[in-house]
């Protein structure tokens, strides 16, 4: 079984710094996904950013951008010039390569991140 | 499109009680998912259909528990005899799955409350 460990309850910066939100993984697999999902207050989850395990390259999307590095298990989400609007639950997902079956998220237990005006 | 909606929003029900939720899935979305989320915690897989057949159940989903996906289109999740410890958000989401790992589309939860 696939375990996602998120060890920041809670972080908190200052509008336009930069922050970063850490999140480990344990696997027997080789090949999965990774995400990190965003859930602000009182809406739903939508996804921030996604990676492949077998891409070595780290995926960005504008402002956020991920440190994965597959032999220590770890997934890092970097959110740059942070928002008030990045203001929310961040949780790190892992999924299962299993060639079309099943694919249900394994999440961590989440980090809220608070940006300070 | 309007995204995953589910019904109801609320529901406070009293332990024994049966209840229902409902999924509707984004229209294209041919993958939808069942998570339970606790306060404090991530969202736990429950189960998943693609189309019609209901192709995994996690060991969370006890016999209390039963969803349906008819016709491949909404969803329901059903709990028979609520206990207090079934109070949580529950959350559907759907995904077009043209290729593996594609992004899921979460709805907005149901919050049950057992009391």
């Known amino acids: 079984a696939q375990t996602v460990t998120q060890s920041q309850p809670e972080m908190s910066v200052q509008e336009a710094e930069t922050v970063t939100l850490s999140c480990t993984y344990d696997?027997?697999?080789?090949?999965?996904?990774l995400f990190w999902y965003k859930q602000p207050p009182s809406r739903q989850m939508i996804l921030v950013i996604r990676?492949?395990?077998?891409?070595?390259q780290n995926a960005t999307e504008n402002r956020f951008s991920v440190n994965f590095q597959k032999a220590a298990k770890s997934f890092s989400l970097k959110i740059s010039d942070s928002q008030l609007g990045d203001t929310a639950m961040y949780f790190c997902?892992?999924?299962?390569?299993?060639?079309?079956?099943?694919?249900?998220?394994?999440f961590g237990k989440g980090t809220h991140l608070i940006i300070q005006p | 499109d309007t995204g995953v909606s589910q019904d109801p929003r609320h529901k406070i029900t009293k332990r024994g009680q049966n209840v229902t939720f409902r999924c509707d899935p984004i229209?294209?979305?041919?993958?939808l998912y069942w998570y339970r989320q606790t306060l404090g915690q991530g969202p736990e897989f429950l189960t998943y259909?693609?189309?019609?057949?209901?192709?995994?159940k996690s060991r969370l989903l006890s016999d209390r528990f039963s969803a349906e996906r008819p016709k491949g289109s909404f969803s329901t999740l059903e709990i028979q005899r609520t206990e207090q410890g079934d109070s949580a958000m529950y959350l559907c989401?759907?995904?077009?799955?043209?290729?593996?790992?594609?992004?899921?589309?979460f709805g907005p939860g149901t919050r049950l409350t057992v009391l």
């Open positions: 990676q492949e395990a077998y891409k070595q």
């Open positions: 997902a892992f999924m299962m390569r299993t060639g079309g079956g099943a694919d249900g998220l394994t």
């Open positions: 229209s294209e979305h041919n993958r």
């Open positions: 989401a759907s995904s077009l799955a043209l290729a593996e790992g594609d992004e899921q589309f």
């Open positions: 696997t027997s697999e080789n090949n999965y996904y």
């Open positions: 259909f693609q189309n019609e057949a209901q192709l995994e």
